[in-house]
Each structure stands twice: as C-alpha cells, then as structure tokens.
C-alpha cells in the first residue's frame, strides 16, 4: 500500500471515527470490512487498520478496550466516559456489523417486557449466540453476562423464532401480569412477522413437548 493511499486511508477512517459517539465500541474487524477493497486482499486491509488504531491510541485520540476493540472518550465532571458495554454486547454477540447478518439474540425478562407481559427485573443478561464460546472478554465487562450454545445455528431468517422459544421455554422464571397476555403475544408476533405455523414447526424440531404446552398456554391466556 503506497503512501498516497495509506493517507486517504487515514483521513476516511478519522472522518469514520469523528462521527461516533463517544464509549460506541470501535470493533477493527468491523472497520476493517467497511473499508476494505475488493481489488487489495482483506488481511493487508485488516492490518493496515489495526496500525492506525493502535498509533491513534497513542495519540489519545482512542482508548483501547481489549484485543480488536476500541472506544472514544471524554473527561467528563462524573469522570472519563467509559465503553458502552451494552453496544459491545449487541455487536459481539447479537449483530454482525461486519457481515450484516444476526448472529445472537436476549431472551428472557427483555424479550417479556417487549410482549407486554412482565416487569421482571433483570440481574442477569442472556443472550442465545452462534459466538457462544467467546467469552474472554466478558471478564472486562461490568454486567453479569451469560452467553448460551443455540438449539441450531442462529439466522436471519430463524432468529427471531428462536428468540420466543428460548423464552417461552424458561416462562416458569418469571411473574406474568395476567392481563390479555394471548393477544399481547398475537400483537407482538405479528409486528415481526413471527408466523404460528412456522414457531410451532420450530418449536417440534428443536424443543421439548413442553415448551409446546408452554407456547399453546400463552396464546390461550
């Protein structure tokens, strides 16, 4: 990579990086693909931009979080803004930036609070994720974070069935309000698209006969 483009380079990714909001986890691989080139072979890409993040650290221009991972931030009169681990969540585990594709998904009190259903209060976040075994930096994270092996590889077009199953499945955890919950749930499938017969042909392939009775309970309430 000659010095004229090593520069452009460097000036896209400053503009790149002046756009985001400080403690948004910077991620190299998602940077990496946003400006690589189809004419240049990705690693050189990858480890061109690595070089420019970390000499932006040095600078101070950015903090690094771990390995591939980096933020803005700020002095503040509370302190320095820290990463946001919640986004770093959602694009470690749950949103594939870089390939634009759903790889994970939270279940539980989150998923019942979308419904309408409960207000449990979570101590725990868990999220259902094909990245299930990449858990080093969840020791960096302040969260009580549990990630879980999917029944099947997650998809874009499977994700959000599997999401209400892996909850419904676990319904016993939680406190229920007891007002209109079968509509509710009609309500909340149909604003995703979620279909009956298509949940229930997932819920006989890859769950137990009770998460069944489960699901057929709820939409009975």
Do not use: C, W
């Amino acid at each position: 990579m000659n010095t004229t483009i090593e520069n452009t380079l460097m000036d896209k990714l400053m503009n790149y990086i002046s756009d985001i909001q400080f403690g948004y986890p910077i991620l190299l691989k998602d940077v990496a693909h946003k400006f690589h080139n189809d004419e240049e072979d990705y690693q050189k890409t990858r480890n061109t931009i690595s070089k420019y993040l970390n000499r932006l650290v040095q600078k101070g221009v950015l903090r690094k979080f771990d390995d591939g991972v980096f933020f803005k931030s700020t002095n503040t009169p509370f302190g320095e803004i820290p990463i946001n681990s919640g986004a770093l969540l959602d694009k470690l585990y749950i949103n594939d930036e870089a390939k634009n594709k759903n790889i994970g998904y939270r279940v539980g009190a989150n998923v019942l609070s979308d419904i309408g259903i409960s207000n449990n209060i979570e101590n725990k976040v868990t999220i259902v994720t094909n990245k299930y075994l990449a858990k080093k930096i969840l020791d960096k994270i302040s969260f009580n974070v549990e990630l879980v092996k999917p029944v099947t590889a997650i998809t874009q077009d499977n994700h959000l069935y599997l999401q209400l199953l892996d909850t419904v499945k676990n319904i016993h955890q939680y406190h229920l309000t007891n007002e209109d919950i079968g509509n509710k749930l009609v309500n909340y499938m149909e604003a995703r698209g979620i279909i009956a017969n298509v949940l229930f042909k997932y819920a006989d392939q890859y769950y137990s006969r009770k998460t069944t009775e489960n699901l057929v309970t709820l939409l009975a309430s």
